[in-house]
């Protein structure tokens, strides 16, 4: 039986201030991959909010759809109060959910979106019609790489996982809040600089050399990763802000109010 029909409703706990930024972890990722039945896509979905702005950094999967809105509604907001939906890079978990923000600036690398575009139809990561339709929307704002696409929030190239990947910087006074996407998805590929799932292997470790680079600059700065828990630096090494929620709800009885809750977590 359920011993915690909890669990899928909370939201991350991590909460974060910086110079009058409020970072919350609307959807947090999971460092894993299904076994059976396809890509997980389980991705972070970060909310900035401050300075008359209401961001997300990435937007999620299809499925996250019905979340993200109870996520926000808990913090007393609308998708139609979002005003900058920033996309680290193309692939549908980071990217698909951008209609729903009629509202935002839709913001991209212009190099990650033009690959995107080009790729054939039925592509295995890119959801091409979503793509299409960014590419020709008034929403659109196409970044370059070092642009300051808001005061204080910098756009990073970060190549590897896809060509046009960017990585984005809050920067503070005292410390910085790296959003670092799938170019460093989880804290195994921090470690070992080395990612899995990288169109280029070499820039992937390259990249990631640089994010470690970004992260040491301020003591205390945080790493928000594009599939695992914030982390902050403790001597030199990753350590996680917050605890790890995730889990699935499995109909194994005879009766449906019968479930089987199976967390997934060390």
Request: hydrophobic share 40%; charged share 20%; with cysteine.
């Amino acid at each position: 039986m359920d011993t915690d029909a909890g669990l899928r409703a909370r939201a991350d706990d991590t909460n974060l201030t910086l110079d009058g930024f409020s970072i919350d972890i609307l959807v947090q990722g999971f460092p894993g991959k299904t076994v059976c039945h396809g890509g997980l896509g389980w991705s972070t979905v970060a909310l900035v909010r401050g300075r008359s702005r209401v961001i997300l950094i990435d937007a999620g999967n299809f499925g996250m759809r019905r979340l993200i809105a109870e996520r926000l509604a808990a913090h007393g907001l609308k998708p139609s109060d979002v005003t900058d939906v920033i996309l680290t890079h193309a692939h549908y978990d980071h990217s698909i959910n951008w209609p729903m923000f009629s509202a935002s600036r839709v913001l991209i690398g212009r190099e990650e979106l033009a690959w995107a575009v080009a790729q054939p139809l039925g592509h295995h990561t890119i959801p091409e019609f979503y793509v299409r339709e960014l590419a020709i929307s008034k929403q659109l704002h196409n970044v370059e790489v070092a642009e300051e696409v808001l005061p204080g929030l910098t756009a990073y190239a970060a190549p590897g996982h896809t060509p046009g990947h960017l990585v984005y910087v809050l920067s503070g006074s005292e410390r910085d809040v790296i959003f670092s996407g799938d170019a460093a998805k989880n804290r195994a590929e921090i470690l070992s600089r080395q990612a899995d799932m990288t169109m280029n292997a070499a820039d992937s470790t390259r990249t990631i050399e640089c994010i470690w680079d970004l992260w040491c600059k301020k003591p205390g700065s945080v790493l928000v990763p594009g599939h695992d828990v914030p982390m902050r630096l403790e001597n030199g090494e990753p350590v996680y802000i917050g605890k790890r929620t995730a889990g699935i709800n499995a109909w194994f009885g005879r009766k449906l109010e019968e479930t089987t809750l199976i967390e997934l977590k060390a």
